[in-house]
């Protein structure tokens, strides 16, 4: 509520009717001149808003801002209303089809205004329209529209409305929002009691089953994950819609938006509605951000706005830590927040039938135990509320036994789960049977990213490993990746998964012959999982994570030698990656220094196949040909060494098979043709490229010549590597690398692959 005090600091409804009266009164032309009223409409509404900003600016209360830019707009529509109804056309006797509504619909009807956001009206009428009631209608919004105000709006009779909501889930869910803001008060009484029996009425499980699905759909279009590191806070998954959702299907089932109501229905406890109320508040605070910052009706959370946002929400930096990075963590978490909700909501809906008519869950089978556990369909549910309690193992078999049988977790179950945090202590992290059933989930060949995925949301998983809590929400704050480093490691663990079981064989051919070959494989999920886990806290994450790995592993049951193995893929689990994309790997002594530290052919299948996890969990757009070609070109050159031998003594056998590969596809070249060719090579050039690509190079070379022409370029499409490629013979100079380089940026050439070979002939 806003206090009367503050109802006329927003904006003088009295005075403002008054001065658009004297307004209208000492316009020279027609009354129906919308000059004279759209002044002091206008600095009404620049006062009223300046205002509304300066307190927020002073306060960060998103929530106020809310209640404010409705008042201000509900009391510039209603005197505006009254204006254009008794002055410019008054109508002293309407008839019953003359009577006219104006409605708030929408977000606006909910009571919710951002600065920017669009405000949403509806005309409504008993029955068709009037010429009367059109004039009325077309003044308010040109006049309106003069002011920039975003106007949606329908004018519509009661019989449409109610015939549209049957048939359009949107515009009824835009109608069960409905707020009467003026005109004929008992026409929207008679609109709310038969839109309340002639759709709501014996519709709710429809409404839910079709709301949850379009809730669904929104998450696929946006980007179905709500760790995505520039979220949309409106439409994103843990998002204010997501809690409108919740809101809808509230006043649609228990005829109550009141959160509080909620409370005493049993719906919610008094936690869960304050966790509603902190998480409303602060998305109502960003997005208020957002929209002043952009200057427009902005809902994306972007690199470039985080930064400023976090500062003005008070989120400094300290040691170790960026204030910009405390304030994504906290939206994180304010969206897994949201998510909690949704999933608590749900399971409420289900064991209270009887607000819902027998929703139509679906259900298979009968009803069986299982260790303890019912069985309730195709869902695994727990006996009792205080089962946890006696069995805090339970905990973690929960999600062992879901994942073993392929059985949904009923969401009273994770909703207990969750409540029962409290119960993972030292002691049951030390317990041998946790670990081992944890382990189990982790290297399970039933599909693990989705089980630790529930365990993360239950908030199961951050309480047992500690260490992986601290990266629940953690941003990585760099343009490379997209989403936060708790989603990225499931991820990375459900793409390790594929790759073994097969179903990415032909984008990893190499990775999956090798994954299905490894002697440690528990070493590798582990590491996967904790490749990240030292992330956020300053310093080397590789070295941090390291000193994790051989304190973990043990706890976890794994071996001294697993442990090992373990702590080195943490501490090197970037060298693959570096060493393919950011040196010549055509160079021996490159394949010299990365065999070194790598040492076995099982270190190396382990590090090939955990790097290819790593890349395609970044996002889905960072893996292409290009850095399969260069990892696969990496692992052969290195296996080759490990295996037999040093580079010295092979490297005259490699160029004389180079050459000879060359030969053979050169048929029309001369033996002195292709003499002249070789002696331009030096050894370097020969290790460097494959046999096509020499070939192709003979023939430039060649027509170059011929043609006496200083430049020569040529281009092929790289399938295998997903790109272009541009060859150029020219003869040699200073900047010349430089030149060709910044022509090609230029152009918008994104270039991901450099190699400058001089001929011995100065080309």
Known sequence: MVSIA????????????????????????????????????????????????????????????????????????????????????????PTKGERLTIVAV?????????????????????????????????YLLYTLWDLGLKIGQATRSIEDCLRQAKSDLTIRTSLLEARYLCGEQALFGEFQRRFDAEVVRGTATQFLVEKLAERDERHRRVGDSRYQLEPNIKEGKGGLRDLHTLLWIAKYIFRTEDVGRLVELGVLS???????????????????????????????????????????????????????????????????DVGDLTRIFCAVLEADRKHTRRLSWPRWGGRRTL??????????????????????????????????????????????????????????????????????ILTSRKDPETALRRMNEAGVFGRFIPDFGRVVAQMQYDMYHVYTVDEHTLFAIGILHKIETGLLED????????????????????????????????????????????RLCPRLGLSAEETDTVAWLVRWHLLMSSTAFKLDIGDPQTIRDFVERVQSPERLKLLLVLTVADIRAVGPKVWNGWKAALLSELYHRAIEVISGG??????????????????????????????????????????????????????????????????????????????????????????????????????????????????????
């Not at 580079?647 to 160029?655: G, S």
């Open 6 to 93: 503050r109802r006329r600091e927003i904006i003088d409804r009295q005075a403002l009717a008054e001065h658009l009266k004297l307004a209208l009164g000492a316009a020279q032309s027609s009354a129906l001149d919308r000059g004279g009223v759209v002044a002091p409409l206008r600095a009404t509404l620049t006062k009223g808003r300046a205002g509304i900003r300066r307190r927020f600016e002073a306060s960060g209360d998103g929530a106020a801002v809310m209640r404010e830019q409705c008042l201000l707009t509900d009391q510039l529509i209603g005197v505006l209303f009254d204006l254009v109804t008794r002055e410019v056309y008054p109508l002293p006797n």
């Open 507 to 550: 984008e990893h051919p190499l990775a999956t012959q090798l994954a299905a070959n490894v002697a440690s494989r528990r070493a590798l999920y582990v590491a996967v999982m904790l490749h990240d886990i030292a992330k956020g806290r300053g310093g080397d994450h590789s070295l941090i994570g390291e000193q994790i790995a051989l």
């Open 371 to 440: 260790e303890g556990f019912i069985v309730d369909g195709h869902r695994l549910n727990i006996p009792s509320e205080d089962f946890f309690k006696e069995d805090p193992v339970a905990l973690i078999r929960l999600f062992r036994i879901a994942q073993q049988r392929e059985l949904d977790i009923h969401p009273r179950a994770l909703r207990t789960a969750s409540q029962s945090l409290r119960l993972i202590s030292p002691q049951l992290r030390d317990h041998s049977e946790a670990n081992r059933l944890f382990l189990e």
């Open 646 to 763: 040093l580079i010295e003594e092979r490297q005259d056998a490699r160029i004389a098979a180079a050459q000879a590969a060359a030969r053979r596809l050169l048929p029309e070249f001369s033996e002195a043709e292709f003499s002249t060719f070789v002696g331009r090579g030096y050894p370097f050039y020969w290790l460097s490229f494959d046999p096509d690509t020499h070939a192709r190079h003979a023939r430039l070379m060649r027509e170059a010549e011929a043609s006496g022409s200083p430049l020569t370029v040529a281009k092929r499409v790289d399938t295998r590597r997903s790109g272009t490629e541009i060859t150029l013979y020219t003869a040699d100079h200073a900047g010349l690398f430089s030149r060709i380089a910044g022509a090609l940026a230029v152009s918008g050439a994104n270039i991901v692959d450099a190699k400058i070979m001089t001929m011995s002939n100065g080309m």
């Open 270 to 336: 008094t936690e869960e509605s304050q966790r509603f109320k902190r998480a409303q508040d602060f998305l109502w605070t960003v997005r208020c951000h957002l929209h002043y910052l952009a200057g427009r009706a902005e809902e994306r959370l972007t690199f470039d706005l985080q930064a400023e946002i976090g500062r003005q929400m008070g989120y400094t930096d300290h040691a170790g830590s960026r204030g910009v990075e405390r304030f994504m963590k906290h939206y994180f978490l304010i969206a897994k």
């Open 106 to 138: 929408g977000g606006y009807g909910r009571g919710e205004l951002a600065p920017f956001s669009d405000i949403d009206l509806l005309f409504l009428l008993p029955y068709k329209q009037t010429p009367h009631t059109e004039q009325v209608i077309e």
